[in-house]
């Protein structure tokens, strides 16, 4: 089951895409400038859906995954729908599968900038090496 969620946060209009397989979830948080318009948010997800990013599946918790295997009352299921409907917000799944997502490229993202640092660091060391040979030699 797929779902998008648009909501307004910090200036930005935010789109969060939900993709929910056999009890996991995955997400995606695209930020739009302005808000988006329905036909705008339909090319968007005809033209990249497929290349979005989505983070690694998390599993949900056993109490929000509702298998419903007898038939449930017509008015019981209007009202489910009727709250469906009025729910605002993205999940609080989505929300921790997104900050999971955020610390995992953090720790990424820190490893590389690191190692960045230390190659800078040879580079420097290795070229003050070769001009006190340099020195040495009388050239």
């Known amino acids: 089951m797929?779902?998008?969620t648009v909501f307004y946060e910090n200036s930005f209009w935010v789109g969060v895409f939900e993709e929910k397989r056999d009890g996991e979830i995955s997400v995606c948080k695209v930020t739009f400038g302005a808000?988006?318009?329905g036909e705008e948010l339909l090319n968007f997800v005809d033209r990249y859906?497929?290349?979005l990013k989505f983070s690694d599946f998390y599993a949900e918790d056993e109490a929000c995954i509702q298998s419903v295997t007898k038939r449930i009352n017509p008015k019981r299921l209007q009202r489910l729908v009727s709250k469906e409907m009025n729910q605002v917000g993205i999940?609080?799944?989505s929300q921790e599968a997104i900050r999971a997502e955020r610390e995992s490229q953090k720790k990424v993202r820190l490893s590389q900038?690191?190692?960045f640092?230390?190659?800078q660091l040879k580079l420097k060391f290795a070229k003050k090496q070769k001009q006190?040979?340099?020195k040495k030699k009388g050239h």
């Open 35 to 37: 808000e988006p318009k």
């Open 117 to 119: 640092r230390e190659q």
């Open 49 to 51: 859906y497929f290349k």
């Open 113 to 115: 900038s690191k190692a």
């Open 2 to 4: 797929n779902q998008l």
């Open 91 to 93: 999940s609080t799944k």
């Open 132 to 134: 006190k040979k340099e």
